[in-house]
């Protein structure tokens, strides 16, 4: 199956009578969702989530155990997306540095540290919530990737950075940072995803609350200079920093178990799992202290995108970029 192809919609789910999700008699059932310093454990609390201190609390997603969840199930979407694989960089077998940028949970690198025994993989985050009991050839640095990085220029085999739109500012120096520290040969492999709900079938139209969050989120991030634009635009930005051989395709993820592909469903249905917490986590900052939204209007857009998203007449998806590039050899 190609990833980016039109998805078939499973006419047995879309022929349900319930719409709201809640479908609990249906056969589907199962897919209705129910070097440290003190600082850095600062958190702050607002509307009942936990968010980090650091950085003037500029990041806007909360670091909390809902959220960590939801980075872990986002972990396994990809899985099952690129079949097990962790990346699609075709490096070597025998990697001995891997650096992992934004690693959030750190369940990337300690699968990928588990995958290659050879390798000393480093996690890189603003915010301590990885575990402390990982594979010996696995650490965590919190570090703050829009400075300066301190690692050894040539010194990674591969660098990963997923999902990191919305909380980077400047990509190009971001991905020169990565290619400076990749080893001549080694490899950059990013995966991000477009801010926004798509639909080939005309079942989710622009009236929807769910369009209007993703309007109202993107609005926001631009307004504190991050950007959530770069998804489909890393490829220019890879090659005019120097990587050769640079691969870009889009995977189509449907949000909600309404694909008849077998695969397709059950990463739809993961999608939802995860959009329980995910439209409050992206919503509920911006909408309120960047936007100055009242809590009460707030709440109202994420929770009916919610109730939208779970609708299984509406056929929307995600348009997820894949990346790698090759720092080259005579460099
Ligand atoms: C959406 S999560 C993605 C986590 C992980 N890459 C994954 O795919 O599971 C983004 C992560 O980037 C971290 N982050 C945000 N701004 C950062 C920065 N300037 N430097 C390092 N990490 C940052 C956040 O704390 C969060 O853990």
């Known amino acids: 199956m190609e990833f980016h192809q039109a998805i078939p919609v499973d006419s047995d789910y879309d022929d349900s009578s319930s719409s709201d999700g809640d479908a609990a008699s249906s056969k589907y059932s199962k897919y209705s969702t129910q070097s440290l310093t003190s600082s850095i454990y600062e958190y702050r609390y607002e509307n009942g989530r936990r968010y980090a201190a650091i950085k003037g609390g500029e990041y806007t997603l909360p670091n909390d155990e809902a959220e960590q969840e939801r980075l872990d199930i986002i972990h396994h979407i990809y899985l099952m997306l690129l079949e097990d694989k962790l990346h699609l960089a075709p490096i070597d077998s025998n990697p001995q540095k891997i650096l992992d940028i934004g690693t959030g949970t750190g369940i990337w690198a300690i699968d990928v540290g588990e995958r290659y025994p050879s390798a000393q993989v480093i996690g890189t985050d603003i915010s301590p919530i990885q ?3 990982v594979p010996p050839n696995v650490e965590f640095q919190i570090d703050d990737a829009e400075l300066a990085w301190t690692f050894k220029k040539d010194s990674f085999d591969l660098v990963h950075i997923r999902h990191m739109c919305g909380a980077i500012k400047d990509w190009d120096e971001l991905i020169k940072q990565a290619y400076r520290v990749c080893k001549p040969g080694g490899w950059i492999d990013c995966a991000e995803y477009e801010m926004d709900i798509f639909c080939d079938d005309h079942t989710l139209p ?12 993107n609005k926001a991030v631009e307004t504190t200079g991050a950007d959530f634009t770069m998804a489909d635009k890393l490829k220019p930005v890879l090659e005019k920093t120097g990587f050769t051989n640079v691969h870009h395709e889009l995977a189509k993820i449907p ?3 309404w694909a008849a592909n077998r695969k397709l469903k059950d990463m739809g249905a993961y999608v939802m799992m995860s959009a329980d917490t995910g439209f409050e986590a992206f919503g509920i900052q911006l909408f309120t202290n960047v936007l100055g939204m009242d809590l009460e209007d707030a709440r109202h857009v994420i929770q009916m995108s919610l109730k939208q998203a779970r609708n299984r007449h509406i056929h929307g998806y995600g348009k997820h970029h894949l990346y790698y590039g090759q720092k080259p050899l005579d460099e």
């Open 206 to 217: 622009d009236s929807l609350e769910i369009k209007k969050f993703y309007v109202l989120v």
């Open 131 to 133: 575990p402390s009991w």
């Open 255 to 257: 949000v909600g178990p």
